[in-house]
């Protein structure tokens, strides 16, 4: 993760959902990456970096840096039906649990 920092966030459970809202600002839309890694979640948002004319280095590179976020969240939701929108700088991710029912179906072998 070296170059990268990790964002602040919270994540609240709830009865259908895992709802997560991360704090990402400088972050537009084209810049956030969303991935669902087995168990895990992986989050990267990238900001609008700016080269000014008059550039000069003022220990700005810790604020300037990109965020990435990793959480195992398990196997218990859903990634492909994941729903995320970011505005101003909130970064808010509602990802489906699995239902028991389609779990037991899929689980199922026929011999």
Known sequence: MAG????????R???ES??????????EAAGV??????PD????????HFVRVNW??????????DYQLRLRLGHGV????????????VLTIVIPKRS???EALSSRRVA
Request: charged residues 25%.
């Open 33 to 38: 990456e969303i991935e669902g890694r087995g």
């Open 100 to 102: 028991a029912v389609g």
């Open 18 to 27: 895992v709802k997560l809202t991360v704090y990402v600002p400088g972050v």
């Open 4 to 11: 990268l920092r990790k964002p602040c966030y919270d994540c």
């Open 78 to 89: 859903d990634f492909s039906a994941l729903q995320a929108e970011i505005q101003n700088g």
């Open 13 to 15: 459970e709830h009865a």
């Open 56 to 65: 000069q280095a003022l220990h700005l590179e810790s604020a300037q840096r």
């Open 41 to 48: 979640l992986v989050v990267t948002a990238r900001k609008t």
